[in-house]
């Protein structure tokens, strides 16, 4: 019954190019026949009309009074690569299948939100990916596994209110549905978290079988669900573990910073000792490129450093920065309702594409 709502070494980037601007350019005019025109088709090196395939590249592109830009929310740049066209990463972006939908639900996959740096993109990416998913027909239950609860401030819970959280399921054996909350998304139900997880790693390592407390507080209701989604806190503590050990899959948010670089070796190393001694059906289910920003030369080396690091890891999918990420927050709604057309909305959308078609969850 639902409770009501109250070093490793860092990579080498090399020699930075030299940072450019490239605009949308406005069409111009067709160029006048004749000798000496100097008009061409828009392929040279200087070529401003953004007609030909390297328009905008050259030292004069988008100076003319005829450059506009693109607003980063706008509907035109929220629609997604087309089927065989470059997407972000430099790869050719896949054709998506539309999402089926399910006579029946469940049972769940769990796929697990893990990074042990914070500030990656975690919590934003658990709300938006699972405000997606409900779109295409799926059962989604959210589970806060943060003392910090940015998951359900996030979805507008008081959980600092709330009577039951998910500490009250993990340790004092209250059944998953006392504590399971619903939100304004339909289909998105949330398992809310508040400081007081934080004692859970202290009481666990008494107990017997401390790694799997989450998996079997879990166990119950995932019949009914068809993903579940772990918000993981930023470390690789107990509480993380427990999540690996529940999950199916692992789902990587990676901020196109280099200080996000570090340590991604030691949760890899961290989640092959999971499948070899705890979990045997774990898999990374794809790393995701966060917070990212195509006008930086830092953010494209990242990026591709992603690419060669990662390679069919990596999701096509890339979440860009825009300001609407925190306006979502301030707001308690995912991106996918506040901002409907937006492009991080589309992004996420594209995600939950991605994900529904990953071998972890592909019955879903």
Request: aromatic residues 4%.
């Amino acid at each position: 019954m639902s409770q009501p709502l109250p070093n490793d070494a860092p990579p080498s980037f090399g020699r930075p190019e030299a940072p450019r601007w490239v605009p949308a350019v406005a069409p111009a005019e067709p160029p006048a026949e004749g000798p000496g025109s100097g008009a061409g088709s828009g392929t040279g090196p200087d070529a401003g009309s953004g007609t030909g395939p390297d328009a905008g590249s050259g030292p004069d592109a988008g100076s003319g009074p005829d450059a506009v830009a693109v607003d980063p929310d706008s509907d035109e740049a929220a629609s997604a690569p087309a089927r065989g066209d470059l997407g972000a990463t430099g790869r050719v972006f896949p054709a998506l299948p539309e999402p089926a939908p399910l006579a029946t639900h469940g049972p769940a996959r769990v796929l697990a939100l893990c990074n042990q740096k914070g500030g990656v993109g975690k919590t934003t990416s658990a709300i938006n990916l699972g405000a997606a998913l409900t779109e295409y027909g799926r059962r989604v239950l959210l589970v806060d596994f943060d003392p910090q609860g940015a998951l359900s401030v996030g979805l507008g819970i008081p959980a600092q209110a709330l009577d039951h959280t998910i500490y009250d399921a993990l340790l004092e054996g209250m059944p998953i549905d006392d504590v399971i909350t619903a939100t304004r998304v339909p289909g998105l139900d949330l398992v809310p978290s508040n400081i007081g997880l934080s004692a859970a790693e202290m009481v666990l390592v008494s107990e017997v079988g401390r790694e799997h407390a989450l998996a079997r507080a879990l166990a119950p209701v995932l019949p009914r669900y068809d993903v579940v989604l772990i918000d993981c806190q930023p470390s690789l503590g107990l509480l993380t573990l427990n999540a690996l050990t529940a999950a199916d899959g692992v789902l990587i948010p990676l901020e196109c910073e280099y200080f996000a670089l570090r340590g991604v070796a030691l949760l890899q190393q961290s989640i092959e000792k999971v499948t070899q001694r705890l979990n045997p059906r774990l898999q990374i289910t794809g790393v995701l490129a966060t917070m990212y920003d195509a006008r930086t030369v830092h953010g494209r080396q990242v990026l591709t450093r992603l690419v060669e690091a990662f390679g069919d890891r990596l999701f096509h999918t890339v979440i860009a920065r825009t300001v609407k990420f925190p306006e979502t927050t301030t707001a308690g709604e995912p991106i996918t309702t506040y901002a409907p057309t937006s492009t991080g909305a589309a992004a996420y959308r594209t995600l939950a594409k991605e994900v529904l078609a990953s071998s972890v969850i592909s019955n879903t």
